[in-house]
């Protein structure tokens, strides 16, 4: 116990100090972790030392989370979309890179089956570095982000083709094992089946993952939901990520392949936002302890011994698998920026290739040696991938090709409507209503989610959802919409999201309810440009009944009511301009009270108020009494 | 060169043809300014001293409306009611309207035989606008023939092209004419 807390002390405490220094220098979260994994690791500090390895196995379930989360954002329309990408891209880019990474070592004089398998394993590209880091850069839709992610994905697919193909190269065929060491990509349970049984279990655990996610597990989790048990909610999103994984393992499937299938079965269902935010903080730490872990496990001594030649196989290897990937986007016809950010994006080695060679090296398909030195030279060629990012960030990036790119026609809008409404409490549900009535169709997203369960009932168009993704209000139309109406009350959350939202979606117009005069105050000043305080008409509609119920006449008094409220609105836009400074504020403030009272007091001394002036007979009286009445008098 | 203001007052400018018509050949004109009253103050809380400073800041007032039950639409009436004030307006020290004109634009329903003495409503347009006439009067203005837009119901879109584009001739006669900004000056 105590040696486990140690040891989760120094990696929080080394990502935490890494990252947000890594982030703050334009690097990104993944070269973060990596430096961090490289500083604690056995060649600078040595504070973890030979479990880096197992770390990194356990670690590695990070990826098979991240590979949920991707599915439950990709619904199986998109999915089919990429489907030419998928297959083409994806098979061209594993036989072009194993056959030019062989013929390469061939050429450098190793045995072909080596060449081949070394080839093969170095085809795999790091699912979690370049997803990390594209969605970190918000490259996720770009050309370059979905046609990697149709890569990765194939590559995802093409471990287990490998996986058994790779003993059939082994140096002394005699030593070959069946395939289940290595990691998590192993079969346990078919392995002794022949093989039409093991086609027909893989099928059929497929079909059950799919029909199960369909229909057992959004009535599962409704029921949970209903508890309003936050941690069961999060317990039950775990049981299903790690049940998928485990389900895939028995059946010799990718635990990752498994759970991406059952992310994409789920991203019809209303859970799919709750979900995600589930799994994201796993997902996120998980993946933050893997990149640590490859840091950590850079052997350095190795490296210092056999430096030319370590450096030599980098370099080779990120230019030839950039040279294929560049070869391909060539031929997808893509755009010659996206093209580069595609060739350098999958330009590494990844974790599976850590897998792989693991693998390998028991079946005796790759020597100790081969192997060690190209676990080290994928190591370098991850930690590589987010420095060639930034590059390509600063020196090719157009201002067209990044990632605001409104101009590409985004896939599944549903909501082709004028309106969406952030947040369905009271507030937004009758401003709903009220559009609703007046014939204006409305995309509506909520966070609660018995309160989307119940209107889903009532037959409103309303979903789950996290209104700050930007990929999220881009499937809720706002490419299309002309207004959004944000009503969930939280000033700091509206902030920010106003401020995504005018970057991302520069012609919507935003409506914000504030809370309060602060609220009020602090919306003003992240320029959100209508700005409706929550309680200000109804607690002038309570005064206007208040003062009534004294005597006064109701006309007088919503007259009142409405000199009150526009004297209110000119005020409450000069102070925002100073509500940061107290001092400055309270003078002013004091001073437009001062003024509205003594406007309204006019009443008091027997007159009307002065812009009912028209209506006091008090000047009229005065120039005309003595006189016969005239017109008005 | 005179300063053309035009108030419009429709409170129901969906269900309108003519008036729409109008207000569309003359929002954009040059040396115009178009304010519409009803989109200014839906809750009839006219502001007062920003109606005074645009008052002051032309020569040529056009009241555009269409004739509800004789009269002008109650946003209009509101409008003088709290515009028009005491030593501003009128009385003694009240001569801020003073030699400006005021032009009346109206469209009614009813066709000009079905208005005067003995006609179906019994008395003429000019009767009907007597109130207004006074009002302008009161504040030394200088009341304009009214432009008269009549028998709505029975137009057809060629008809309504015609009268629009006949109060943009006029609007466009007073943004061009000098006698009015003198006499106001």
């Known amino acids: 116990m105590q040696a486990f807390l140690v040891a989760a002390t120094v990696y929080l405490a080394a990502a935490v100090v890494a990252v947000p220094v890594a982030k703050r220098m334009g690097l990104g979260s993944v070269l973060g972790y990596l430096i961090a994994g490289v500083v604690i690791g056995p060649s600078v500090l040595g504070f973890v030392g030979a479990e880096g390895q197992d770390v990194m196995h356990a670690a590695e379930f990070g990826v098979v989370m991240m590979l949920f989360v991707v599915g439950l954002e990709l619904e199986p329309a998109l999915l089919w979309r990429l489907r030419g990408a998928l297959a083409g891209l994806g098979g061209l880019q594993v036989a072009g890179t194993a056959a030019a990474v062989g013929a390469a070592g061939v050429a450098f004089g190793l045995p072909w089956r080596t060449a081949l398998a070394s080839g093969l394993i170095l085809a795999m590209s790091s699912t979690a570095i370049v997803l990390q880091s594209l969605q970190e850069r918000g490259w996720m839709k770009t050309d370059a982000g979905q046609k990697s992610f149709a890569v990765l994905l194939f590559q995802d697919l093409a471990v287990i083709p490998i996986l058994a193909v790779l003993p059939l190269l082994a140096l002394a065929p005699e030593g070959a094992a069946a395939p289940g060491g290595g990691g998590s990509h192993g079969g346990a349970f078919v392995e002794h089946l022949p093989g039409w049984q093991r086609a027909l279990v893989t099928i059929g655990a497929v079909a059950l993952l799919v029909g199960v996610g369909r229909s057992v597990v959004p009535a599962a989790f409704r029921l949970i939901a209903r508890a309003r048990l936050r941690e069961t909610f999060t317990a039950a999103a775990l049981l299903l990520v790690i049940g998928i994984a485990v389900l895939m393992q028995f059946v010799g499937l990718s635990p990752a392949l498994g759970t991406f299938l059952g992310g994409v079965v789920l991203a019809t269902s209303e859970f799919r936002h709750e979900l995600e935010s589930d799994i994201e903080p796993f997902k996120g730490l998980l993946l933050g302890l893997f990149f640590i872990a490859v840091g950590a496990s850079i052997d350095f001594p190795l490296i210092g011994r056999e430096l030319g030649t370590v450096l030599g196989l980098v370099a080779g290897l990120v230019l030839l698998k950039a040279a294929v990937l560049y070869a391909l986007g060539t031929g997808a016809r893509m755009g010659r920026d996206q093209r580069l950010l595609f060739a350098l994006a999958l330009a590494q080695g990844g974790e599976f290739c850590f897998v792989l060679l693991s693998f390998a090296t028991q079946n005796r398909v790759l020597p100790e040696r081969v192997a060690g030195l190209l676990v080290a030279t994928v190591a370098l060629s991850m930690a590589m991938t987010p420095l060639l990012l930034v590059a390509w960030e600063r020196f090719v990036a157009t201002r067209a090709s990044s990632a605001t790119d409104a101009g590409r026609p985004h896939d599944d809008v549903h909501g082709e409507h004028a309106v969406i409404i952030v947040g369905f409490g009271d507030f937004g549900s009758t401003v709903g209503r009220y559009l609703n009535a007046n014939g204006v169709d409305t995309t509506v997203l909520d966070l609660d989610s018995d309160r989307v369960d119940v209107l889903r009932r009532l037959g409103l168009r309303v979903f789950y959802g996290d209104a700050s993704r930007e990929d999220l209000l881009r499937s809720a139309g706002a490419d299309t919409a002309k207004l959004i109406i944000l009503t969930s009350g939280d000033t700091e959350a509206m902030r920010t999201l106003a401020g995504r939202i005018r970057h991302a979606f520069p012609h919507l117009t935003i409506l914000a309810r504030a809370s309060g005069r602060v609220g009020a105050y602090e919306l003003i000043e992240a320029e959100v440009p209508h700005v409706v305080r929550e309680s200000l008409d109804s607690a002038l509609h309570l005064g206007v009944e208040a003062l009534h119920l004294l005597g006064v006449r109701r006309h007088e008094a919503w007259r009142a009511a409405q000199r009150f409220r526009r004297h209110d609105d000119a005020t409450l836009r000069e102070l925002a301009k100073v509500f940061r400074d107290r001092a400055a504020h309270l003078s002013l403030a004091r001073e437009a009270i001062r003024d509205l009272e003594q406007s309204m007091r006019a009443d008091a001394t027997g007159g009307v108020p002065p812009d009912d002036g028209a209506w006091d007979p008090e000047s009229l009286r005065a120039e005309f009494g003595a006189r016969p009445p005239s017109a008005t008098g | ?185």
């Open chain 2, 1 to 185: 060169m005179s300063r053309v203001l035009i108030l419009f007052a429709h409170p129901a400018l969906r269900t309108s043809r003519v008036q729409r018509a109008m207000a569309d050949a003359v929002r954009d004109l040059p040396g115009v300014t178009f304010h519409d009253l009803y989109e200014a103050y839906p809750d009839f809380d006219v502001d007062v001293p920003a109606e005074q400073a645009r008052l002051s800041a032309h020569d040529v007032i056009v009241l555009q409306h269409p004739l509800y039950w004789y009269s002008v639409p109650p946003l209009v009436k509101q409008w003088f009611d709290l515009v028009l004030e005491h030593g501003w307006a009128y009385g003694s020290q009240g001569r801020a309207l003073e030699g400006k004109v005021l032009q009346v634009a109206l469209s009614a329903g009813g066709r000009a035989q079905a208005y005067g003495p003995g006609s179906f409503n019994g008395y003429s347009i000019a009767q009907f606008l007597a109130p207004v006439e006074a009002t302008v009067r009161l504040c030394r203005m200088r009341w304009a023939e009214p432009f008269t837009v009549m028998g709505t119901h029975m137009m057809g879109a060629a008809d309504i092209r015609e009268a629009a584009a006949r109060y943009a001739a006029l609007v466009r006669g007073y943004v061009e004419s000098d006698a009015v900004a003198a006499g106001g000056r």
